[in-house]
């Protein structure tokens, strides 16, 4: 079946800023991704430091905290998994990462997530070293 002009026009005038936030929201993501890359830095050294995650983002330097739009959720210690980082994008999309239970543990770092699907998106996130052990440290 073909479209009129009309009915082009008016598809393109409902489904154009869906598709257009479809298809810039991955960019736009890891960008803001790499803004928050130093809160998870930070969480991982308060982890080393406290023993546990930040129960919020007031645990955390103000200089470590992220810009705005960003949602920290602190499970609790008697979970399976770790807290999670995210931002609410457009649509039902929202970037999120999830902290393992413990440093050291698998992590699936940054995903998009949509709907219930996730995809791991490239972002280049360091996590910082544990301290040494006092046994370590001693010669």
Same mark, same amino acid.
């Given at each position: 079946m073909l479209l009129s002009a009309f =009915?082009?026009?008016? $598809?393109?005038a409902m489904f154009g800023p869906f598709l257009y936030a479809l298809l810039t929201a991955r960019s736009r993501f890891i960008q803001h991704a790499d803004d928050a890359r130093p809160t998870v830095e930070a969480a991982y050294r308060h982890h080393y430091q406290h023993g546990q995650w930040p129960k919020s983002l007031d645990d955390l330097l103000r200089d470590d905290r992220p810009g705005e739009g960003w949602a920290y959720l602190w499970h609790g210690t008697n979970v399976e998994y770790g807290p999670t980082l995210r931002a609410q994008g457009p649509l039902h999309m929202s970037l $999120?990462?999830?902290f393992p239970k413990s440093? =050291?543990?698998p992590c699936r770092g940054w995903v998009l997530r949509c709907e219930g699907d996730e995809t791991p998106i490239d972002v280049d996130q360091?996590?910082?070293?544990p301290p040494p052990s006092p046994a370590e440290r001693s010669p």
């Open positions: =009915g082009l026009a008016t $598809v393109a $999120v990462y999830s440093p =050291g543990e360091p996590i910082p070293e």
